[in-house]
Nanobody, 116 residues
């Protein structure tokens, strides 16, 4: 499985961005996908996840009500709609896929910068 992210960039505080993550390869092996982020000098933290089957979602408290994760199974793509962005949302955002059983995969990351 390969993951390719897109949609990062520079936006002013209060603005919006949408990230996309397209999966290719043996996508039937994917149990769930999601987004993590890592700011300079900090650990990589969960942002949101969504299961491929039931569409169950999970969000970090810091993004609840502002970010929405969704999926298009026909396109093997997961989206992260980010609204009301704050400067503290600035980070490299990584797409993540968890496989049935064991194993996972990370995307290459996409930079999101929110200016104040």
């Amino acid at each position: 499985v390969q993951l390719v992210e897109s949609g990062g960039g520079l936006v002013q505080a209060g603005g919006s961005l949408r990230l996309s993550c397209a999966a290719s390869g043996t996508t039937s092996s994917i149990y769930a996908m999601g987004w993590y982020r890592q700011a300079p000098g900090r650990q990589r933290d969960l942002v949101a996840t969504i299961t491929n089957g039931g569409g169950d979602t999970n969000y970090a408290d810091s993004v609840k009500g502002r970010f929405t994760i969704s999926r298009d199974n026909a396109k093997n793509t997961v989206y992260l709609q980010m609204n009301s962005l704050y400067p503290e949302d600035t980070a490299v955002y990584y797409c993540y896929a968890k496989f049935w059983g064991v194993g996972s995969r990370w995307g290459q990351g996409t930079q999101v910068t929110v200016s104040s």
